[in-house]
């Protein structure tokens, strides 16, 4: 894992008089899953909004394959951010469209030429790759939050993208279907060749996906290695994230 695919150095971003990341500084490596760990408020979903260029850093550099965030403007943006899957925390999907639309809807607005007969196909398998084929004529409404959350997953991986940001994957899910979207995490990973980088307080997906973990306090990252060292960690503070 020695391509990186994304490189943050010394990234700040404060909302009025809270600080809420503090000299950040993290790759992402080719093919890796990256967790990151935290409690609430501590700066981790904001932290991949800044990736994007959904918020705007206050300082520090973000490298996006190959691309610099802080200087990019909107067209440079979008190209980016094609290249880019976020797998939102609500999952995101429009109510009012089926599922077979919701997963149409950004392969028209980003792959204007797209045929019918593509569409369909690139449809079909990502909501194959998910396990919800049988379910691509149904509506959002008539689906369980776990598979809500795998088609917009499937919504995600239909743009085939390089790098997948999850913001709280398994949030508000009960433990069998959170271990399935861990599974579905890994699966894809594997499948895809996929970077992505996985937000969560969630120790047993970060235990199943991570193949490094960073935790963040206070808007700063406090440790850095694998589940198990992390795990056997000295440091009391690093150590309480896996004290249940």
Not at 45 to 50: D, G, Q, T
Not at 75 to 92: C, D, H, P, Y
Not at 96 to 117: C, G
Not at 124 to 146: C, F, H, R, T, Y
């Amino acid at each position: 894992m020695s391509e990186k695919v994304v490189e943050i150095k010394g990234l700040y971003k404060s909302f009025g008089d809270q600080e809420v990341l503090k000299n950040l500084s993290l790759d992402l490596y080719k093919g890796e899953n990256l967790v990151v760990l935290g409690k609430s408020g501590t700066g981790k979903s904001v932290l991949i909004k800044c990736l994007v260029g959904l918020i705007d850093l206050d300082a520090g550099e973000i490298n996006v394959l190959g691309t610099h965030i802080e200087h990019a403007d909107d067209k440079t943006m979008t190209e980016v951010r094609k290249k880019v899957g976020f797998l939102f925390q609500s999952a995101a999907l429009y109510d009012s469209m089926s599922v077979r639309e919701n997963l149409e809807f950004p392969l028209k607005r980003i792959e204007t030429n797209i045929s019918k007969s593509d569409m369909n196909t690139r449809v079909s398998e990502a909501l194959e790759n998910v396990g919800l084929l049988d379910s691509i004529d149904k509506m959002p409404s008539q689906l369980s939050g776990g598979m809500r959350k795998r088609v917009g997953l499937a919504r995600t991986i239909v743009l085939n993208p390089e790098i997948i940001l999850y913001d709280e994957p398994t949030t508000g899910l009960d433990s069998i279907t959170s271990h399935e979207i861990s599974e579905l995490i890994l699966s894809l990973q594997q499948k895809f060749n996929t970077s992505s980088i996985i937000i969560t307080h969630d120790m047993p997906c970060a235990k199943h996906t991570a193949n490094r973990i960073i935790i963040l306090a206070d808007g700063k990252e406090i440790g850095e290695g694998t589940f198990e060292a992390l795990q056997n960690s000295s440091d009391t503070i690093i150590n309480s994230f896996f004290k249940h």
